[in-house]
C-alpha cells in the first residue's frame, strides 16, 4: 500500500496491518490465504472456459489442489506458478 493511502485511511480512523493481525492468523497461515489469493487472482485472469471458470472463485470451498487443477489444465509452466508464488510473497500489508 502506498505510504499516501495508508496515512488517508489512518486521518479518516482506519486501522492499517496485516492479514494475520486483522484475521488472528499466524505467518504460516497469512502465507496460506495469500497464496490461495494469489492463485484466484491468476486462475481467473487466464480463465477461458465454464469449467475452469467454476474453480476461480476463490472461495473458501474451493481447494488450493483445484485452483492449480484449472491452471495446469490451462497449461500453466511450473515457471509461471513459481512467479505468482514470489508475487503473493511481496502482497504483504503494512
Same mark, same amino acid.
Given at each position: 500500500?502506498? =505510504? #499516501?493511502?495508508?496515512?488517508?485511511? %489512518?486521518?479518516? &480512523?482506519? @486501522?492499517?496491518? +496485516? /492479514?494475520? $493481525?486483522? *484475521? ?23 480463465? =477461458? #472456459?465454464?469449467?475452469?471458470?467454476? %474453480?476461480?472463485? &476463490?472461495? @473458501?470451498?474451493? +481447494? /488450493?489442489? $483445484?485452483? *492449480? ?23 504483504? =500489508?503494512?
Amino acid at each position: 500500500m502506498k =505510504a #499516501s493511502q495508508k496515512k488517508r485511511l %489512518k486521518e479518516a &480512523g482506519w @486501522e492499517v496491518g +496485516s /492479514i494475520e $493481525r486483522f *484475521l488472528g492468523l499466524t505467518k504460516a497461515e497469512g502465507a496460506f490465504v495469500r497464496l490461495k489469493a494469489a492463485l484466484a487472482r491468476e486462475l481467473r485472469r487466464r480463465r =477461458a #472456459s465454464k469449467h475452469v471458470a467454476s %474453480k476461480d472463485s &476463490g472461495e @473458501e470451498s474451493v +481447494s /488450493i489442489d $483445484r485452483l *492449480l487443477d484449472g491452471l495446469f489444465e490451462m497449461e500453466m509452466s511450473l515457471s509461471e506458478l513459481a512467479e505468482v508464488v514470489r508475487g503473493a510473497g511481496n502482497r504483504r =500489508a503494512a
